[in-house]
């Protein structure tokens, strides 16, 4: 890695962090401990992390797109994208939640772009419908960057419990505003408040700030990380820093950890079919319904019943349905669930079964 | 086979003919055109045909009991019965419903036993709860079926739709009856009278008769297949008389081509635990539930849910269900099917699909 400059060009090539280091259980049983959400081709053919890179590299390039994965996964990932460059893959020791694989990301970036590089984070297990609409909110959301923290929020489309909401306040300039707060995930009669309100936003998940904004405010408000990255930049070594501290760092969201607590943080609004796939639930909006409102994907047969979700993975029994109604039915080699749609989050009560049974074989 | 003899002993043993030719699609995916539901082992460790065999046997003796099958199921059943003589087990040339199978079977036992020796018909694929007293009642049906055609009625405990009824007459000695009538597969306001009104029988199936009387039966109402075995009983080759004439058989019930049309049918009303396995919901009836009124086999788990039958055969994947009612999910290798408990018998429409679409594989 090269020593980090101040300032090396006047406008300086933002760069991509990509966060794919989530496990994940609640697309069980196609997610599992080695093949989280970002790892699965719920699309189609095509793997949610496969299509964020392929997204990113459009945008920023192949060369300025990080991906900052779990020890676990980086072998899978660096096999699955042979012409993503090693030095690209950063691999945190362990799971230490947002906060401080954006930080890795960050020292990384500083490192190598110097501290005015402007850096877009992005989780890598996001749906995005239309991608054109998607790479013009990046490039607004960087240009915003290079002067503020910002993120992207999602119009929302209905009374969503499953994701944050961010409070849009005062208009900065053409798409951008002040954020006047962030909302934890409410519950349903405050998602349905702020949804009628219309100055409420879905909170992608995605930051844009540059590199030396994120340490001045990691070293404020998250002060072990801080610590820990300007080691990092001081060092001939990063690597050894990173073995060395990161297992010792809070595990926190960057949300909780960052965001609530910085000032002038901005927000630009943008709509492009944009969903986190937080449960199946979800793929109700990613793909295509027949008459009836079933998404079927694979070997399955929906007859008589609709709305429901159904899934046969590649290898996976046909799955029959005769008279359901607006069920989950997942099947993989090795494992089914059955669950009804407006429930699809609580299949983690039958992973948390899984684990006290001592199925690590399942999970 | 030795020759008809008219009376060779005062009291002849009795026979049992075993029907297991039933192809059945109703517990698909478990069943299978080469794996019908006689085949499978519902209740346990045993299978149907297996229960239904060591019940004969207890009571008729190995050497008494024949079984009557389909040839593409007569090699397996074979291998599963080796202590079964060869000669016990008589070869459908293909599948024309009961009247033509029993008459098979009738017309080894008059062969064998004379046309004084009675005969048990019994399905191969219906459950037994209490064997002491299903034992019992055929020994009482087996000696009231010297001088009568006998059933064996059960006492409805609900009001089923998918079986046959048997209207009472009048009393005939202690535990016999004479049948009034038979009556159809009724809709469920019919059936709700059948139980309230109380003089009405759950039709078994099981049938009761000397060889000669069936005989009789088949010349008077079923002309084609008493010609045949007549033919067969003064033939030195009978198994050449059935490849010759079995095919041309007009396929058949024994129901609707003999007993309808019978005189003085008698019954013995027996309460044993009895269930046809119908379809999946009866499971429900043959298997101990768990407090929320779950049915589970094999590798399954049920969370927050009741009254579901979930069925994961052995080698097929883990079935996780969570939040769900009154379900049937039954998982084998390579087919999953999930049906409200209700609607059970739809399952064929999922069979009918797979036919549609050429998945033989599958069938």
Request: hydrophobic residues 45%.
């Amino acid at each position: 890695m090269a020593a980090v400059e101040a300032s090396p060009t006047p406008e300086t090539r933002p760069y991509a962090v990509v966060l794919a280091g989530g496990g994940g259980t609640r697309l069980w049983p196609a997610s599992r401990r080695l093949r989280p959400k970002q790892l699965l081709a719920l699309g189609g053919n095509e793997t949610l992390l496969g299509a964020c890179l392929r997204r990113a590299w459009s945008v920023f390039g192949a060369d300025h797109t990080l991906v900052v994965t779990a020890s676990d996964q980086a072998a899978a990932i660096a096999e699955m994208f042979p012409n993503m460059g090693p030095a690209n893959l950063v691999v945190e020791p362990s799971p230490r939640n947002t906060a401080a694989a954006i930080g890795l990301g960050a020292a990384c970036v500083a490192r190598r772009g110097g501290a005015d590089a402007p850096i877009a984070v992005l989780p890598a297990d996001a749906h995005v419908g239309d991608e054109a609409r998607f790479a013009a909110a990046l490039r607004a959301a960087v240009a915003a960057a290079r002067a503020a923290i910002v993120t992207i929020g999602i119009p929302p489309s209905k009374p969503e419990t499953g994701f944050g909401y961010i409070k849009v306040g005062k208009a900065i300039g053409e798409g951008l505003f002040d954020v006047a707060r962030f909302v934890e995930k409410p519950d349903r009669p405050k998602a349905e408040e702020y949804l009628a309100a219309g100055d409420y936003l879905w909170n992608s998940g995605m930051f844009f700030f540059t590199a030396g904004r994120f340490l001045e405010e990691a070293r404020r408000s998250l002060p072990e990380l801080g610590a820990m990255l300007d080691e990092m930049l001081g060092s001939g070594d990063p690597e050894a820093v990173v073995q060395r501290r990161y297992n010792a760092l809070p595990a926190i969201s960057v949300d909780y950890a960052i965001m609530e607590k910085a000032a002038g943080i901005r927000v630009v609004p943008a709509r492009f079919g944009w969903n986190d796939i937080g449960s199946w639930a979800a793929m109700d909006e990613m793909r295509d319904k027949d008459a009836q409102g079933n998404v079927a994907v694979g070997d399955v047969a929906v007859l008589d019943g609709g709305g429901n979700v159904v899934v046969s993975e590649q290898g996976a029994p046909f799955v029959g349905l005769v008279g359901v109604e607006d069920l989950v039915v997942v099947a993989t080699r090795d494992a089914v669930l059955v669950v009804p749609k407006r429930r699809a989050q609580d299949v983690r009560q039958i992973v948390e079964a899984l684990k006290t049974r001592g199925r690590a074989e399942l999970l």
